[in-house]
């Protein structure tokens, strides 16, 4: 028996605790004793079942894309492992201590909405609707086991090499609640999937989602761009001309990035926590790391959620940022997008009314 597995069936009696509190939980939910809201205002749910790594991130820097030449999109986050409490809405530093380091990100790259982070969503959304100028859709990042708010469109994430229905209850496996909660979801995204996705594999992933006639399902993949430095300018380097690499990353699952990088270098990966706080230790770490390395043709790699957190430490450093994206396979793009688009249009619209007529 392996070192896991010993571990795994040490920890099945307080997965059996923490499933009957999930269990309790949503009963309450079920018979209404515990009461969900839907605010008076079109929110647009992005979450997950397990414990992160699914590419909520890139879906919630889709969906800002998508939405915000249109109409006024807010972000609402929980800000994981900030230093701040309570409702914190971004003045414009992109502070990841404030806001958190995926919040921090997508304030940085959009810096015409409105990121705010809370642990209450519900408080949340109230603070960002009596703003002088509010947002007409708010986008709930990691907001799936959060039940007191009742999104517009719900949207469950799972990951195409770590899907939902092959994971186990917390903390024998990574799932934060029971398989049967994809029942909430209105869209599941299988993410992180291949370039090129096999017609059978999908098939198959299909009638393993289990899903309900109303739901709808898409397939997507990570789209790399051209690097860049740590204050977002193209660098203008052909990764071609790049013998080595050195890639640092604090994230949970780090294999695309590097699966990407090696078609063209030889990968060093230096490997950190998920939402790591960087340190000038880590710094000095990293260079001696990257002065280990043989040749000239060499350079240091980073995700752009690690390089909101090491920006100012990496001074002297040829760090340079990978940029990602969400992309669709087939014509799930299209599709995707005029689902979004037009329930958010019919949504709004109909709360108009609903406020003409109170």
């Known amino acids: ?33 515990k009461r969900q809201e839907a605010p008076h205002i079109t929110t647009i749910g992005v979450g997950n079942l397990s414990t992160g790594g699914s590419g909520k991130t890139p879906t919630a820097d889709y969906l800002i894309d998508l939405l ?4 006024r999109v807010a972000l609402l986050s929980r800000g994981y492992k900030r230093h701040s409490k309570g409702f914190v809405l971004d003045d414009g530093r992109h502070n990841p201590a404030q806001l958190g380091d995926e919040p921090a990100m997508l304030a940085s790259k959009h810096p015409d909405i409105q ?33 007191k708010i009742k999104p517009s469109i719900n949207i469950l994430l799972t990951e195409y090499h770590h899907p939902f ?33 096999n017609p059978i594999d999908k098939h198959n992933i299909i009638a393993d989602l289990r899903l309900l006639n109303f739901q709808k399902v898409f397939f997507s993949y990570l789209r790399y761009g051209t690097l860049k430095t740590l204050d977002g300018v193209d660098a203008g380097i052909d990764l071609q001309d790049v013998e080595h690499l050195l890639v640092v ?92 688009e037009s329930t958010v249009r019919e949504n709004i619209s109909f709360l108009s009314k609903l406020s003409i007529w109170s």
């Open 165 to 197: 229905y092959r994971d186990k209850i917390l903390p024998y496996g990574n799932l934060r609640e029971f398989r049967s909660a994809r029942q909430r979801a209105s869209i599941v995204i299988v993410t992180k999937c291949p370039p090129h996705l």
């Open 249 to 340: 990353t604090g994230i949970a699952h780090p294999e695309p990035m590097l699966r990407e990088l090696r078609r063209t270098s030889k990968v060093h990966h230096l490997a950190y926590p998920d939402h790591y706080n960087y340190s000038r230790r880590d710094m000095a770490r990293i260079q001696a790391a990257f002065d280990s390395i043989p040749g000239e043709k060499k350079l240091i790699v980073t995700t752009e959620k690690d390089a909101i957190r090491m920006k100012s430490l990496a001074e002297g450093l040829p760090i340079y940022v990978l940029p990602v994206s969400m992309a669709f396979h087939d014509t799930n793009e299209m599709d995707f997008d005029k689902i979004i």
């Open 68 to 71: 915000s030449p249109t109409y």
């Open 1 to 33: 028996m392996s070192f896991r597995t010993t571990i795994s069936w040490l920890l099945l009696p307080l997965s059996m605790w923490y499933a009957v509190g999930v269990l309790v939980r949503n009963f309450l939910y079920a018979i209404g004793l």
């Open 115 to 147: 990121v705010a982070v809370c642990a209450n969503r519900m408080e949340g959304v109230q603070h960002l609707m009596e703003l002088e100028q509010g947002p007409e859709v708010i986008i709930l990042d990691d907001v799936y086991q959060h039940r």
